[in-house]
Protein backbone atom coordinates (compact mmCIF):
# COMPACT_ATOMS: atom_id res chain seq x y z
CA UNK A 1 0.00 0.00 0.00
CA UNK A 2 1.19 3.65 0.19
CA UNK A 3 3.52 4.63 2.54
CA UNK A 4 5.86 7.61 3.54
CA UNK A 5 8.94 6.68 5.75
CA UNK A 6 10.53 9.54 7.23
CA UNK A 7 14.27 8.98 9.01
CA UNK A 8 14.58 8.48 12.79
CA UNK A 9 14.89 11.30 15.40
CA UNK A 10 15.07 12.38 17.24
CA UNK A 11 17.35 15.61 15.78
CA UNK A 12 19.17 18.19 17.43
CA UNK A 13 20.29 21.34 15.57
CA UNK A 14 22.43 24.12 17.26
CA UNK A 15 20.66 27.69 16.11
CA UNK A 16 22.13 28.46 12.28
CA UNK A 17 22.90 24.74 11.18
CA UNK A 18 21.49 23.64 8.26
CA UNK A 19 18.59 21.30 8.44
CA UNK A 20 17.63 18.04 6.21
CA UNK A 21 14.76 16.30 7.15
CA UNK A 22 14.58 12.93 4.52
CA UNK A 23 11.63 11.67 3.19
CA UNK A 24 10.65 8.70 0.89
CA UNK A 25 7.74 7.74 -0.16
CA UNK A 26 5.67 4.44 -2.16
CA UNK A 27 2.59 4.46 -4.23
CA UNK A 28 1.00 2.76 -6.65
CA UNK A 29 -0.05 6.18 -7.83
CA UNK A 30 1.00 9.57 -8.70
CA UNK A 31 0.76 11.05 -5.25
CA UNK A 32 1.18 14.92 -4.16
CA UNK A 33 3.36 15.41 -1.77
CA UNK A 34 3.04 17.37 1.91
CA UNK A 35 5.03 18.88 4.78
CA UNK A 36 3.29 19.54 8.38
CA UNK A 37 4.84 20.64 11.17
CA UNK A 38 3.63 20.50 14.72
CA UNK A 39 4.67 23.04 17.68
CA UNK A 40 4.86 21.80 20.77
CA UNK A 41 0.59 21.99 22.38
CA UNK A 42 -0.82 22.67 19.16
CA UNK A 43 -2.82 21.11 16.20
CA UNK A 44 -0.67 20.28 12.68
CA UNK A 45 -0.55 23.01 10.12
CA UNK A 46 0.33 22.43 6.52
CA UNK A 47 4.20 23.52 6.11
CA UNK A 48 4.64 23.41 2.23
CA UNK A 49 3.07 20.72 -0.82
CA UNK A 50 4.18 19.97 -4.24
CA UNK A 51 1.60 17.77 -6.75
CA UNK A 52 4.28 17.41 -9.20
CA UNK A 53 7.60 16.10 -9.73
CA UNK A 54 10.59 18.82 -10.28
CA UNK A 55 7.71 20.85 -8.19
CA UNK A 56 9.44 23.00 -5.04
CA UNK A 57 7.12 23.67 -2.15
CA UNK A 58 8.77 26.74 0.33
CA UNK A 59 7.40 28.47 2.92
CA UNK A 60 9.02 30.15 6.07
CA UNK A 61 12.76 29.22 5.08
CA UNK A 62 12.06 25.39 4.39
CA UNK A 63 12.36 23.87 0.89
CA UNK A 64 11.19 20.42 -0.12
CA UNK A 65 11.50 19.36 -4.01
CA UNK A 66 9.29 16.62 -4.83
CA UNK A 67 12.12 13.60 -6.89
CA UNK A 68 10.04 11.22 -8.68
CA UNK A 69 13.55 9.20 -9.73
CA UNK A 70 14.15 8.66 -6.09
CA UNK A 71 10.72 8.89 -4.46
CA UNK A 72 11.68 11.73 -1.94
CA UNK A 73 10.59 14.56 -0.84
CA UNK A 74 13.24 16.26 1.69
CA UNK A 75 12.99 18.99 3.64
CA UNK A 76 15.42 21.68 4.16
CA UNK A 77 16.08 25.15 5.74
CA UNK A 78 19.79 27.09 5.67
CA UNK A 79 19.53 28.16 9.12
CA UNK A 80 17.29 26.93 11.88
CA UNK A 81 16.18 28.96 14.67
CA UNK A 82 15.01 27.96 18.33
CA UNK A 83 11.62 28.50 16.59
CA UNK A 84 11.67 26.04 14.42
CA UNK A 85 11.80 23.31 17.33
CA UNK A 86 8.45 21.28 16.67
CA UNK A 87 7.94 17.87 15.45
CA UNK A 88 7.53 17.07 11.32
CA UNK A 89 5.73 15.19 9.67
CA UNK A 90 6.29 14.24 5.47
CA UNK A 91 2.65 12.92 3.95
CA UNK A 92 1.04 11.87 0.56
CA UNK A 93 -2.01 11.74 -1.09
CA UNK A 94 -3.50 10.55 -4.31
CA UNK A 95 -5.26 12.27 -6.68
CA UNK A 96 -8.31 11.19 -7.65
CA UNK A 97 -12.04 11.37 -5.67
CA UNK A 98 -12.28 10.87 -2.10
CA UNK A 99 -8.62 10.85 -1.57
CA UNK A 100 -7.33 10.92 1.84
CA UNK A 101 -3.74 11.23 3.09
CA UNK A 102 -1.09 8.71 4.59
CA UNK A 103 1.40 9.98 7.16
CA UNK A 104 4.69 9.37 7.72
CA UNK A 105 5.64 8.70 11.75
CA UNK A 106 6.94 12.15 12.38
CA UNK A 107 10.22 13.84 13.38
CA UNK A 108 11.09 15.62 16.67
CA UNK A 109 13.65 18.53 15.87
CA UNK A 110 15.30 20.43 18.88
CA UNK A 111 17.03 23.58 17.87
CA UNK A 112 19.64 25.00 20.56
CA UNK A 113 20.67 28.69 21.64
CA UNK B 1 -7.12 28.95 10.12
CA UNK B 2 -9.36 27.22 8.72
CA UNK B 3 -12.77 26.99 11.09
CA UNK B 4 -13.28 24.00 13.24
CA UNK B 5 -13.37 23.43 16.56
CA UNK B 6 -13.34 20.10 18.27
CA UNK B 7 -14.96 18.96 21.41
CA UNK B 8 -14.52 18.34 24.41
CA UNK B 9 -10.48 19.44 24.56
CA UNK B 10 -9.92 17.00 27.11
CA UNK B 11 -11.77 14.06 28.52
CA UNK B 12 -10.82 11.14 31.20
CA UNK B 13 -12.93 8.02 31.01
CA UNK B 14 -13.38 4.52 32.74
CA UNK B 15 -12.79 1.56 30.17
CA UNK B 16 -16.43 0.02 28.77
CA UNK B 17 -18.09 3.97 28.82
CA UNK B 18 -18.92 5.04 25.69
CA UNK B 19 -17.29 8.46 24.23
CA UNK B 20 -18.16 10.66 21.69
CA UNK B 21 -16.39 13.52 20.31
CA UNK B 22 -17.51 16.21 18.08
CA UNK B 23 -15.92 17.69 15.36
CA UNK B 24 -17.09 20.87 13.98
CA UNK B 25 -16.45 23.26 11.17
CA UNK B 26 -17.62 26.66 9.19
CA UNK B 27 -15.90 26.07 6.27
CA UNK B 28 -18.67 23.95 4.42
CA UNK B 29 -15.65 21.72 3.15
CA UNK B 30 -16.61 18.51 1.54
CA UNK B 31 -14.30 16.20 3.63
CA UNK B 32 -13.55 15.30 6.77
CA UNK B 33 -11.52 13.01 8.72
CA UNK B 34 -10.71 11.73 12.04
CA UNK B 35 -6.87 11.11 12.68
CA UNK B 36 -5.11 9.39 15.84
CA UNK B 37 -1.87 10.67 17.11
CA UNK B 38 0.43 8.14 18.91
CA UNK B 39 4.39 8.72 19.84
CA UNK B 40 5.94 6.14 17.67
CA UNK B 41 3.17 5.63 15.35
CA UNK B 42 2.65 9.57 13.44
CA UNK B 43 -1.07 10.04 12.87
CA UNK B 44 -3.03 7.42 11.99
CA UNK B 45 -6.58 7.58 10.18
CA UNK B 46 -9.72 6.27 11.69
CA UNK B 47 -12.47 7.16 9.63
CA UNK B 48 -13.62 9.88 6.93
CA UNK B 49 -16.53 11.23 5.34
CA UNK B 50 -16.49 12.48 1.60
CA UNK B 51 -19.95 13.80 2.42
CA UNK B 52 -23.08 13.68 4.36
CA UNK B 53 -24.05 10.12 5.39
CA UNK B 54 -21.05 9.08 3.08
CA UNK B 55 -18.78 7.53 5.92
CA UNK B 56 -15.50 4.97 5.12
CA UNK B 57 -12.79 3.33 7.35
CA UNK B 58 -9.28 3.98 7.65
CA UNK B 59 -6.46 2.21 8.82
CA UNK B 60 -7.49 1.85 12.42
CA UNK B 61 -11.11 1.78 12.82
CA UNK B 62 -11.67 -1.38 14.86
CA UNK B 63 -13.73 -0.12 18.27
CA UNK B 64 -14.81 3.52 16.44
CA UNK B 65 -17.79 4.42 14.60
CA UNK B 66 -18.53 7.62 13.19
CA UNK B 67 -21.52 9.58 12.24
CA UNK B 68 -22.08 12.91 9.49
CA UNK B 69 -25.66 13.93 9.73
CA UNK B 70 -24.86 17.57 8.72
CA UNK B 71 -21.70 18.67 7.06
CA UNK B 72 -20.74 20.71 9.79
CA UNK B 73 -20.48 18.28 12.30
CA UNK B 74 -18.45 15.19 12.13
CA UNK B 75 -18.90 12.89 15.11
CA UNK B 76 -16.51 10.00 16.46
CA UNK B 77 -17.66 7.38 18.89
CA UNK B 78 -15.68 4.52 20.93
CA UNK B 79 -18.69 2.02 22.15
CA UNK B 80 -17.03 0.80 24.79
CA UNK B 81 -13.58 2.42 25.53
CA UNK B 82 -10.18 0.37 26.37
CA UNK B 83 -7.02 1.71 27.59
CA UNK B 84 -5.62 1.65 23.72
CA UNK B 85 -7.55 3.95 22.89
CA UNK B 86 -5.82 6.70 24.84
CA UNK B 87 -4.56 8.78 22.76
CA UNK B 88 -4.83 12.61 20.98
CA UNK B 89 -7.70 12.54 18.40
CA UNK B 90 -7.00 15.32 15.64
CA UNK B 91 -10.67 16.00 13.27
CA UNK B 92 -9.57 17.51 9.63
CA UNK B 93 -11.62 18.86 6.76
CA UNK B 94 -10.37 19.63 3.39
CA UNK B 95 -12.31 20.43 -0.27
CA UNK B 96 -9.89 18.98 -2.34
CA UNK B 97 -6.73 16.56 -0.57
CA UNK B 98 -4.45 16.31 -3.56
CA UNK B 99 -3.95 19.60 -3.94
CA UNK B 100 -4.32 21.76 -0.94
CA UNK B 101 -3.75 18.94 2.05
CA UNK B 102 -6.06 19.23 5.31
CA UNK B 103 -6.75 21.29 7.47
CA UNK B 104 -7.05 20.58 11.04
CA UNK B 105 -8.62 21.41 14.44
CA UNK B 106 -6.74 21.91 17.99
CA UNK B 107 -7.03 18.34 18.95
CA UNK B 108 -8.70 16.08 21.80
CA UNK B 109 -6.75 14.31 24.33
CA UNK B 110 -8.69 11.39 25.85
CA UNK B 111 -7.33 9.62 28.43
CA UNK B 112 -9.01 5.87 29.35
CA UNK B 113 -8.60 4.56 32.66
Known amino acids: GDSVTQMEGPVTLSEEAFLTINCTYT??????LFWYVQYPGEGLQLLLK?????DKGSNKGFEATYRKETTSFHLEKGSVQVSDSAVYFC????????????FGKGITLSVRP | DAGITQSPRHKVTETGTPVTLRCHQTENHRYMYWYRQDPGHGLRLIHY???????DKGEVSDGYSVSRSKTEDFLLTLESATSSQTSVYFCAISESVWDRGVFFGPGTRLTVL
Open chain 1, 91 to 102: ALSLTGANSKLT
Open chain 1, 50 to 54: ATKAD
Open chain 2, 49 to 55: SYGVKDT
Open chain 1, 27 to 32: ATGYPS
